[in-house]
């Protein structure tokens, strides 16, 4: 079996996690925490780094930090992960739905400010896959409406726009440590933003909004207990020490990937660049030209006992919002067509070169 995702361990994790156990460092309050939070805030160009249980956590409190709350509402790409949604909708607010760009897959940022109205509070921005959001039309809409703007680079570990690093445009940005990604720490996220009372605000929220002083166990707002431990911040540090590797690995995959499957006809290979970006690869994902196509490729290469993995559902599509009352009658054209004719096939950094060339065999016969 060929897994659509295999990790690469191959550095200081073991150590490091060994020397949590041997010192009963094991919880929130050991010293990985904050090593950890230091290194990916310098890392990606921030002030503070928040560590936090996983990546929607890190997006609720994103959302609750930036005052977005009842009747607000939060433009955001149609095809994503469900969390950035469930976070808007959670704190009450409403999601504004935005097409997809065909070709690089991201929110289609020419449709951004039609979306625009009087309860506009913020835009979230989530890079897709291997290439970043067109952030300078993004930014510029920011600062003519006065808007909030949430970065989601949980799939861009060291990708930049630019040349500036994604992660460093948000108001509060976020990332995801899953197993997936280019570092992982099993589960695990991060907020990094440059306000120092955006960050403190952040660390109250993800300790059950304790006071920092004051009588413990009295609180005066809620939050959630979303903390980072140090086993998880262990493997963090570790993982990003060969965070260079890693990428530079990602992009090789891309690059067997995309010489191996160009004759490949009725599917659409992501693009290798744009004028502000290379590629990363976070996954190896492809779209047919039908859903039928799709399903015959996906079928083949289950039989060949290699994984694959859909692509996003549309959240205009998705069954509990539908049940919510949101998005009645919206259609998002590019988004669909992506959720039902795409797939990704195995990327993971644990891949070897020979794996690849199997994939791509089957592919082309």
């Not at 933003?193 to 952040?202: F, L, S, Y």
């Not at 004759?263 to 290379?278: D, S």
């Not at 039908?290 to 694959?308: N, P």
């Amino acid at each position: 079996m060929i897994p659509v995702n295999t990790p690469l361990l191959s550095g200081n994790e073991l150590k490091y996690v060994a020397e949590c156990i041997e010192t009963g460092w094991i919880s929130s309050e050991g010293g990985y925490v904050t090593q950890f939070e230091t290194q990916f805030a310098q890392y990606v160009n921030r002030n503070h780094g928040i560590a936090v249980a996983n990546g929607s956590a890190a997006l609720d409190i994103a959302v609750k930090a930036l005052g977005v709350g009842k009747g607000d509402e939060v433009i955001m790409p149609a095809f994503t992960i469900i969390s950035p949604a469930q976070s808007i909708v959670t704190a009450g607010a409403i999601p504004v739905l935005v097409d997809s760009d065909p070709i690089t897959w991201n929110m289609d940022v020419t449709q951004i400010e039609a979306k625009i109205t009087s309860k506009t509070k913020a835009i979230l921005v989530v890079h897709i896959y291997g290439l970043p959001v067109d952030m300078d039309p993004v930014l510029a809409l920011c600062e003519k409406y006065n808007l909030k703007l949430i970065e989601d680079a949980a799939e861009m570990h060291g990708q930049t726009y630019k040349g500036k690093m994604c992660g460093s445009f948000g108001d509060i940005s976020i990332f995801s440590f899953y197993p997936n990604k280019h570092i992982t720490t099993g589960e695990g996220g991060m907020i990094v933003c440059n306000n120092d009372e955006a960050a403190e605000k952040c660390k109250k929220l993800r300790n059950l909004a304790f006071e920092p002083q004051g009588r413990r166990f009295i609180h005066y707002e809620l939050g959630w207990n979303y903390r980072m431990t140090n086993l998880q911040a262990a493997l963090g540090v570790a993982q990003l020490e060969k965070m260079e590797f890693h990428i530079q690995r990602k992009r090789e995959i891309g690059n067997l990937y995309s010489k191996g499957l160009k004759e490949l006809r009725g599917f659409q290979l992501p693009l290798v660049n744009t004028e502000y970006a290379e590629n990363i690869y976070w996954v190896f994902g492809l779209t047919a030209d039908t859903e039928e196509q799709k399903e015959v490729m996906v079928k083949k290469l289950s039989d060949a006992k290699i994984g694959t993995r859909p692509f996003f559902w549309c959240m205009h599509e998705q069954p509990v919002f539908q049940k919510m009352g949101l998005f009645k009658n919206e259609s998002y054209p590019a988004a669909e067509k992506l959720a039902r004719n795409g797939f990704y096939i195995p990327s993971g950094l644990g891949l070897t070169n020979e794996e690849i060339a199997d994939v791509i065999n089957v592919m082309i016969k």
